[in-house]
């Protein structure tokens, strides 16, 4: 398996714009999960899908940010509009009995 | 609320020294530790899970354990290299909550 697959990269947008993520989890695992990191917060948890159901989203900032898991193989997250705060990196990650798999990352700039 | 701790910040040691990285936690109702590395730039990489029912795990040079009682876990590494310098993250899980620590930035000098 190639692994938990994010896209895309990076990505620079003003703002105001829409931004969508993606990932595409390790087949056969259950839980999905998305992440921001920024040097001043840490590692925060956004949200976390169990068999494509969303489980707890508390961790989402604003109603500008939300997620979907329309099926096994593919997630988005979306933040409509930007704000310049948005800026830090965005993980998907996924996981079978627990052990989580993180992807590379998508890094966002909002100016 | 339950919050996980990681000292020090960060650590600078000498190639070929043992090395032990210290995460503690505020819940002991956990249902898991793991330790992670983070490399600059990149992901994280799952190193050692720790499933509550369980005391310690062990990969090659690195040893994790878990004292649920005391609410702590230890990354010892062995023989250090220069190629062990990364950010070191632990995080614990319960059924509702995965939480992460701000994490440990080793630096191991040649």
């Known amino acids: 398996d190639a692994g938990v697959i994010q896209s895309p990269r990076h990505e620079v947008t003003e703002m105001g714009q829409e931004v969508t993520l993606r990932c595409k989890p390790i087949s056969g695992h259950d839980y999905l999960f998305w992440y921001r990191q920024t040097m001043m917060r840490g590692l925060e948890l956004l949200i976390y899908f169990n068999n494509n159901v969303p489980i707890d989203d508390s961790g989402m900032p604003e109603d500008r940010f939300s997620a979907k898991m329309p099926n096994a193989s593919f997630s988005t997250l979306k933040i409509q509009p930007s704000e310049p705060r948005d800026s830090a990196v965005y993980f998907c990650?996924?996981?079978?009995?627990?052990?989580?798999?993180f992807g590379p990352g998508t890094r966002l700039t909002v100016t | 609320k339950q919050e996980v701790t990681q000292i020090p910040a960060a650590l600078s040691v000498p190639e070929g020294e043992n090395l032990v990285l210290n995460c503690s936690f505020t819940?002991?109702?956990?249902?898991?530790l793991q330790w992670f590395r983070q490399d600059p730039g990149k992901g994280l990489t799952s190193l050692l899970l720790?499933?509550?029912?369980?005391r310690e795990q062990t990969s090659g040079r690195l040893n994790a354990s878990l004292d649920k009682s005391s609410g702590r876990s230890t990354l010892y590494i062995a023989a250090s290299q220069p190629g062990d310098s990364a950010t070191y993250l632990c995080a614990f899980d319960r059924d509702d909550k995965i939480i992460f620590g701000k994490g440990t930035r080793l630096h191991i000098l040649p």
């Open positions: 990650a996924s996981s079978y009995l627990r052990e989580q798999y």
């Open positions: 720790i499933q509550s029912s369980q």
């Open positions: 819940d002991s109702a956990i249902y898991n």
